[in-house]
């Protein structure tokens, strides 16, 4: 299983441009994730969906915007790109099996915007 | 006072050594609590669930404080291998809701 796959792993952007982050995972997982990293910030929730054909927003939703495309795929929009969303991006999912939970991430998108 | 605190180190401690992390929580309906690993430029993985009664998975042992609103985790005969950040994590919901995650507490085991 390939698990939580992201794409593009690096992608430079000049201000104002967009891009969108994609996202799949093949567990069969209902909830997915979008995070970002910045140094001494530790992980912060950007939007999230419980379920397919739900999202909400995290702790830093503003400048994003999210799809979930289908059960798999759970994409993350930057509109107009600022120097601010600068930062390592993280997509996750995560299901309870029993007594059972854990979130399994991405290997991480390293966003640059210029 | 932050939903879940941590010291963010560095520790460093030469192999073999015991180290130990601290990590307090803000709310005491808190339901379910983890240990995630971060090697540098990496993502997280999971490296242990805390229960209630305490849990040790070879050389780690997680221990859990609801009354104090506190985990730990215990390295013991730390290796190389061991340097990374460490994150402490809550899930402050009961169901499939997001978890909240420290900053980190970053090892580094020398030989």
């Known amino acids: 299983n390939a698990g939580v796959t992201q794409t593009p792993k690096f992608q430079v952007l000049k201000t104002g441009q967009s891009m969108t982050l994609q996202c799949a995972q093949d567990?069969?997982?209902?909830?997915m994730y979008w995070y970002r990293q910045d140094p001494g910030m530790g992980l912060r929730l950007i939007y999230y969906s419980a379920s397919e054909g739900t999202t909400d927003k995290g702790e830093v939703p503003n400048g994003y915007n999210v799809s979930r495309l289908n059960k798999r795929e759970f994409s993350l929009r930057l509109e107009s790109a600022a120097p601010s969303q600068t930062s390592v991006y993280f997509c996750a999912s995560s299901e309870i099996q029993g007594t059972s939970y854990e979130q399994y991430f991405g290997p991480g998108t390293r966003l640059t915007v210029t | 006072r932050k939903e879940v605190e941590q010291d963010p180190g560095p520790f460093n401690v030469p192999e073999g050594a015991t180290v130990a992390f601290n990590c307090t929580y803000s709310?005491?309906?808190?339901?379910?609590f983890f240990w995630y690993r971060q090697d540098c430029r990496k993502e997280p993985k999971l490296l242990m669930s805390v229960y209630s009664s305490g849990n040790e998975d070879g050389r780690f042992t997680a221990q859990l404080n609801r009354a104090s609103q506190y985990i730990s985790l215990l390295i013991r005969d730390s290796k190389l291998s061991d340097s990374a950040t460490y994150l402490c994590v809550v899930n402050m919901r009961s169901g499939n809701t997001p978890l909240v995650f420290g900053k980190g507490t970053r090892l580094s085991v020398i030989a």
């Open positions: 709310n005491s309906a808190s339901q379910s």
């Open positions: 567990m069969n997982h209902n909830s």
